[in-house]
């Protein structure tokens, strides 16, 4: 029996895709990798994904794991080999269970996340986890990649949100890890190591995640500050007025707004340009007029330490999404006005100022003309500190030469700060030459003999983080 | 040079203890175990760590990791055999940094608990992990059992608490993970791979840990509650009303206060027996008087629910504390009472009511006359389940006779509900039969090729955890 035999035998004729138009599972988001699968399976339980992996194994094929294929680091589609089975999870889209009393569900990791986020409301609960790409990203993918986004102030990333996974090992089998317990302290934590791996240790099948009570008032500000040292001492103003009702805090660079500006001119800005600009979120667990009254307390106290030179407080619901609206349509603004440089760093909050001051000159003394896009989950330490080509250069020809050469300029900054490459997108193939590089070789052979320990035979997504 | 002589050049002799009464390492804090050392030596810095760990490598010598040695599975006391090294970091105590404004500290392993928390008191920053041992436990400590205690509920157990670890591997390299970023997605989750694994993958020697800014005030109040059921419901509506400043939600049955007001007649008592008791606490970011309409507006709610039967409110820092002394008091009583089983189990906090409802009948059942001394975190699903040996017989012959078969009724009462045998103290010593039966085998095998991967020649405190 082939291997495409052996599948169809598994999962039915009608979920190995072998011929046709693959490109949804070969080409990858950003459309930078275009891989070639051997074929694509398409399991409906956890038991099916386990008779997969058992069989690839027989095979000594690999398997690239992949749920609503929006990873931004080419982790989750088939090399170019048409060697590599290309398991796609999306099938395992079951809600298996919501216990409210816990505060936690049970879900298959093919959950769209905007559905895992929807099961929740229905049972008048919060899911807070939520991104760019909720539509279409899969719970498992988030989990596997440690997912940030907009609300990892409060509630933390994909990781703190999961209590539990079911996981089908690189040997193939299952490993019920689901638990809804807030401590159990039985072990290594074999969760968090699987939580992140990126499809190289094992298949996440299924997850226990951590449910909220739905907050009575969501409100939202925005706060014109003359400096990043005065956001970030508004941050800790707020952090310390709002406590943990502070659920977003994001910073837009006057040059990142203006790209919004100037190519959405339809969306309204409260807020004449200014240096920077600060989206800040409160989850209230009292009222609107609760929270309203408290946000006008902490910005008059900030307008009066000079923090900040304006502010406007959301009154709805549409004022309040039009404000993160504006956050989020930094990204495409960059993608109308041309090619440009992405990053997704981290940073302590404490060395952002400095970091940003020093590695903007340095970037314009290095690469003149550049234009910097920087915004990002202030909050966190999270910037996305984009390069946007010169204004009169060829920007794919600019990208094409320059690209690693910026990314070295900025990557290097981080050294001296205790930076991180990767704040949220993770390393699949992208970054796995910088990862090589820059990461401590303590930690790269730690990471390696965890690699041989659980997957010796390295089928799962070789070439991948390590 | 022998290996005495060898950890003499490391670390001076005398941090090489060799004779004498070294009971306060060789004697665990429950007095269950009690073991022999080698030699206790004492490094003072991360490299004589590193080297003290090469040279055992070198002799083949067993390390077992000791802070306080406050742990209550025996995981942190050399065995009998005379031939293992006790490694003792108390003398790393060192407050290395702090970072208000990221809202980080990096601290040394050997640090005390209370110094951690008033390191960040005097930043005027908070770090919530509190238990009961905090005036001689150490942060290594609660990083390597995952420590838990009384804030859980908002803040998480250790493991939640900590950014980053700097690592003695059993190779003797020194693995500098110590980093304040809330967000890095560039690799394996080596960090929570070494929290909780109870000294047997490798010694931590620093940690970087969250801060958080200070509640400006702190209530407590105490409520009546006639079934678990109603406490549960108490639960999820003060999780709703009060979000993420319900800082404290802990359980007290009828029996368990019972034995503080017979054996400390002098601590107050506000409320009348009551089937429940139940102790709530609240962190407000605005004002005393915020926090108390807060608590009041709930329990009245829950007062007309008939959730609650009674409650009192703490108008003073003194009540709050006598509060909470109480709760702290019932395991001081338990031990003036006699003997007595520890259990420290964790449930979905939806299934405790019928957990307990059913054990309890069926431990009065096998073991007539025993008493039932339930408490604990309910708000994490941690119970404390007690079991007083009978009144009228010989309670260290019923311990002695007795307590494998009452931990087997317990553990298998469990299984159903898919319960954890240690929420927050490990596996150490204690447990580890229990758990190489009744951890799933699949996770079992994950666990060891981990060890072996990371321990290859099993030194690192062999006999604990697998």
């Keep these: 029996m082939t291997p495409i035999e052996g599948l169809r035998a598994i999962v039915g004729a009608a979920n190995v895709l072998v011929g046709g138009d693959l490109s949804g599972y070969e080409i990858d988001w950003r459309k930078r990798y275009r891989g070639q699968a051997l074929a694509v399976v398409r399991p409906g339980t956890t038991a099916e994904v386990a008779a997969v992996v058992r069989l690839c194994n027989e095979h000594g094929l690999a398997i690239v794991t992949q749920g609503g294929n929006t990873g931004l680091v080419g982790a989750s589609v088939p090399d170019a080999s048409g060697t590599q089975m290309l398991l796609s999870l999306t099938r395992l889209n079951k809600i298996r269970a919501i216990d409210a009393a816990n505060l936690t569900m049970t879900v298959e990791a093919g959950c769209v996340l905007q559905s895992v986020q929807e099961a929740a409301a229905n049972a008048e609960l919060l899911f807070p986890l939520s991104l760019a790409a909720e539509g279409s990203c899969t719970i498992g993918g988030n989990l596997a990649t440690n997912a940030g986004g907009t609300q990892v102030l409060r509630f933390g990333n994909a990781r703190e949100l999961c209590l539990g996974v079911e996981v089908v090992t690189a040997a193939g089998d299952v490993w019920n890890g689901l638990t809804g317990l807030r401590k159990d302290n039985t072990g290594y934590d074999l969760r968090d190591l699987f939580v992140g791996s990126e499809g190289t240790l094992g298949i996440i099948t299924a997850a226990t995640l951590k449910l909220f009570p739905q907050p009575v008032a969501v409100t939202t500000a925005l706060a014109a500050v003359p400096t990043l040292e005065a956001a970030v001492q508004l941050l800790q103003l707020a952090r310390a007025r709002l406590g943990a009702a502070l659920t977003g805090f994001e910073v837009m660079g006057d040059y990142a707004l203006g790209l919004v500006r100037k190519h959405f001119p339809q969306l309204p800005q409260p807020l004449p340009p200014a240096p920077w600009t600060v989206l800040l979120e409160q989850s209230d667990s009292e009222a609107e007029a609760h929270a309203q009254a408290l946000f006008e307390a902490l910005l008059e106290t900030a307008l009066e330490r000079g923090l900040i030179s304006d502010a406007a407080v959301a009154s709805s619901l549409e004022q309040s ?146």
Tied chains: 1, 2.
């Design 321 to 466: 999404n039009a404000m993160w609206h504006l956050r989020e349509s930094i990204p495409l603004a960059q993608s109308v006005e041309g090619p440009n440089i992405k990053h997704d760093i981290a940073l302590p909050v404490s060395a952002i100022p400095r970091f940003v001051a020093e590695t903007d000159a340095a970037l314009l003394r290095a690469f003149p003309g550049v234009r910097l896009v920087d915004f990002g989950h202030l909050g966190d330490g999270n910037l996305h500190y984009n390069v946007q080509a010169p204004a009169d250069c060829d920007g794919a020809r600019f990208l094409a030469e320059q690209e690693h050469a910026v990314n070295t300029l900025v990557y290097d900054a981080l050294a001296p700060f205790g930076g991180s490459i990767s704040a949220e997108h993770g390393i699949g193939a992208l970054k796995r030459g910088e990862l090589a590089q820059r990461k401590s070789p303590v930690a790269l052979a730690l990471m390696r003999s965890i690699k041989s320990a659980l997957d010796p035979r390295g089928l799962l997504n070789p070439g991948r983080v390590l």
